[in-house]
């Protein structure tokens, strides 16, 4: 599983970067899990994209599973979108639940010989 940080211009056209980019995720065979909206911030430093100088960003968590050889073509697709202004993958492993096989159910004959030995 993947984590993908975006950072957007603040602009009213989120909705649709945000959506451009699930669909590209999604065309390569990305299941995205969750998007969540970590708000309005201060970049961690001043970043010149697409000829202009950005000092605020909307940040942006995508939660999806996907073969990692999507992450390249993905930090392109987004690196050419003029509204991404930051994009990173993190590897994310999610430990697996082990299923709980419950009480196992014991015979009253086995319950019985249990008690005479």
Known sequence: EFLTF????????TAAVLKRTVEALM?????VR???NLGERSLPYKISKHKER???GGYFLIDLEA???IVSP????????IDVIRRAFIKHRVAKAEECSGIIPVSPKEKLSAKKN
């Open 67 to 69: 073969s990692p050889s």
């Open 34 to 36: 969750n998007l969540e």
């Open 74 to 81: 993905m930090m392109d697709h987004l690196g050419r979108d």
């Open 54 to 56: 950005h000092k605020r």
């Open 27 to 31: 065309k390569r065979g990305a299941i």
């Open 6 to 13: 975006l950072s957007f211009l603040s602009k009213p056209e």
